[in-house]
């Protein structure tokens, strides 16, 4: 039997590490299995860590990390991957929208061989209309890359020590946990889980900070967007032709029509298909510079005794 470490990325989580930390510890000792549980308040500015520490008094097997100021979540996972101590580790939402004991079944599926358990979800659960067409739209667009369908996946999962200490070698500091897990390969399996209700607090995430998740992850998985400027130029180059070959028909025939209206159009498409063209490729060679200077995922300014 070996040690699970739970890893749970917190960021103003005050209302909701007490019934995070007992829902979860209860169901692992239900169960049998030897663990310990990680927090990794994500810069909290309420009394997320003050919590942490006081339940790691209480209990030696909770612990936890402040970092000095919000790097998201991403950071959040990879900071929890770096400090487990675990032979497997899982990573689970502190809202307890992921079902603890879901973590049981998990457990029990790496004990018989498997080094990645992904889970996945059989019910979205709450969502507006907005909110899960932007959804589908980015998962859609993330599975025809991969080849997998991302739509009903999570970061709640559990890995072998081995897969974590893959991920942890790979040199890139901008990274999508989410797809990296199925990226890695490894001996993979799934469960599925309804998504529950938060218990308390209210989600931290808004539309712009989606928005820019996506596009992150997007650009830090995947080169799809500039290829799809090529298409985009190939694209506006067959209209051109056509338009050419029009407007030379036109003017033999002797019935070429005032092009005003005609020119100031394409000079609006072309226009806009430029500054959309520029503006994918200006935010790769941002990435490019944020990875050439290469300075840390996350920084940490307070960890729990048992963590040091």
């Not at 004990?111 to 019910?123: A, D, L, N, P, T």
């Not at 390969?185 to 599925?192: M, N, P, R």
């Amino acid at each position: 039997m070996g040690r699970l470490t739970v890893i749970i990325p917190s960021f103003n989580e005050e209302d909701n590490i007490d019934n995070t930390a007992k829902a979860i510890g209860s169901a692992l000792d239900e169960a049998g299995i030897d663990f310990d549980l990680l927090f990794v308040s994500d810069g909290s500015t309420d009394a997320t860590f003050d919590i942490i520490e006081r339940l790691s008094k209480e209990d030696k097997r909770i612990g936890g990390i402040q970092f000095s100021r919000n790097f998201g979540k991403e950071a959040a996972i990879f900071a929890g991957l770096d400090y487990a101590k675990g032979d497997c580790v899982a990573v689970i939402d502190c809202d307890l929208q992921h079902p603890p004991a879901t973590l049981v079944e998990m457990y029990h599926l790496w004990e018989e061989g498997y080094e990645v358990v992904e889970g996945i979800k059989s019910k979205r659960g709450k969502e507006s209309p907005f909110y899960r067409l932007f959804t589908n739209i980015f998962y859609g667009i993330m599975s025809s890359l991969m080849k997998i369908d991302m739509n009903k996946t999570s970061d709640f999962k559990l890995l072998d020590r081995k897969v974590v200490n893959a991920l942890l070698d790979l040199p890139e500091r901008n990274t999508f946990f989410r797809a990296l897990s199925f990226w890695a390969g490894f001996k993979s399996t799934h469960v599925t889980f309804d998504v529950a209700e938060r218990k308390a607090g209210k989600s931290k995430w808004s539309f712009s900070g989606l928005v820019k998740y996506a596009i992150s992850n997007t650009t830090s998985f995947t080169t799809a967007p500039l290829k799809a400027v090529f298409v985009l130029g190939m694209l506006l180059l067959v209209f051109s032709v056509i338009l050419a070959a029009e407007t030379l028909v036109n003017y033999f025939l002797h019935i070429a029509a005032d092009g005003f209206t005609t020119v100031i159009l394409l000079l609006l498409i072309i226009g806009g298909c430029i500054m959309i063209s520029l503006g994918i490729i200006g935010h790769y060679i941002s990435r490019i510079y944020e990875e050439v200077k290469g300075r840390p995922r996350y920084i940490v300014s307070k960890i729990t005794s048992e963590d040091k």
